[in-house]
């Protein structure tokens, strides 16, 4: 559906601007990308709707639940529990840094703007095949083995493209390090809330231990989006784009090291 939806918005973006890029102005660029946010309006309002309409209301007699504060405390003593949220801060910054790519193929790889949004939203139909293939290798090598390896994956394409450029690296090579990453990035997103079961939380408990890990696991969406934007403007040009993927190769480090940290950490399950 991501990949549906950002296809549609490509089309109502150029349904919107001249046939020449080119002749592109600021007003023309800001009418189109108004439409744009309108039509994401919209669908995220019909998904309302549909969700009000169309789920179920739960039925049958209430359980009695213990004290809910109390579960999160249980639930926070566990060491895998933070293990896990850091790893979701790392993965959730990887996803958040494929924001930029279509900024980074124009001004690196001099595309222009329709073609930028074209190569990102095809990009987006990678996450159906990547996800379901991680399931599947999850479940054979488990999901704390796979996300180290994906975590490794992505520390080595973003290290090479935080010193490739054009001119020393062919744009073939760039164009697929940056496939790559889609793959990673959608890969681990399939599976890091499996690493909840693998761990022996309790089925009771998964609520909060998904609570606990997304609250914190989800910050990104708070910090990453200024923190790239400094990045890029205090170094214009290729240079800040190199930066910004040293800074993705850092956190990708330490996605790797927590992954490794948590296969070491004995489950809750173990413990007992």
Same mark, same amino acid.
């Given at each position: ?25 600021? #007003?023309? +660029?800001?009418?189109?990308? +108004? ?12 998904? =309302? ?7 179920? %209301? %739960? ?41 930029? @790519?279509?900024?980074?193929?124009? #001004? ?18 990678? +996450?159906?095949? /990547? /996800? ?25 394409? @973003? ?6 450029? *054009? ?7 760039? @164009? ?5 990453? !889609? ?8 599976? @890091? !809330? ?35 934007? +400094?990045?890029?403007?205090?170094? *214009? ?17 330490? =996605? ?17």
């Amino acid at each position: 559906m991501a990949a549906i939806i950002a296809s549609l918005g490509v089309i109502i973006f150029t349904w919107l601007i001249p046939d020449s890029v080119i002749a592109l102005d600021d #007003q023309q +660029r800001s009418r189109g990308m +108004r439409h744009v946010i309108y039509y994401y309006s919209l669908m995220t309002a019909m998904s =309302g709707v549909l969700i009000w309409y169309v789920l179920p %209301e %739960e039925t049958g007699a209430k359980s009695n639940h213990a004290n809910p504060m109390q579960k999160v405390k249980d639930t926070s003593r566990h060491l895998a529990i933070w293990l896990l949220a850091v790893i979701l801060v790392c993965a959730y910054c990887g996803y958040k840094g494929l924001d930029n @790519y279509g900024l980074y193929a124009v #001004q690196v790889l001099g595309m222009s703007e329709i073609e930028s949004a074209k190569f990102t939203s095809l990009t987006a139909y990678i +996450r159906p095949i /990547a /996800a379901i293939s991680a399931g599947i290798i999850a479940d054979r090598i488990t999901s704390k083995k796979f996300i180290t390896i994906c975590f490794f994956v992505l520390t080595m394409s @973003y290290l090479l493209l935080s010193i490739a450029s *054009p001119d020393n690296v062919s744009t073939t090579v760039i @164009y697929l390090n940056l496939i790559v990453t !889609f793959i990673a990035v959608f890969a681990i997103r399939g599976v @890091y !809330f499996a690493l909840i079961e693998e761990n022996g939380f309790p089925e009771t408990g998964t609520g909060t231990a998904v609570g606990i890990t997304s609250v914190i696991g989800f910050t990104p969406d708070i910090f990453f989006a200024p923190m790239a934007g +400094r990045i890029l403007d205090a170094s *214009p040009g290729i240079q800040g784009h190199q930066y910004y993927f040293l800074m993705l190769t850092a956190i990708a480090v330490c =996605g790797m090291v927590t992954a490794t940290w948590l296969m070491r950490t004995k489950s809750l399950t173990a413990n007992n």
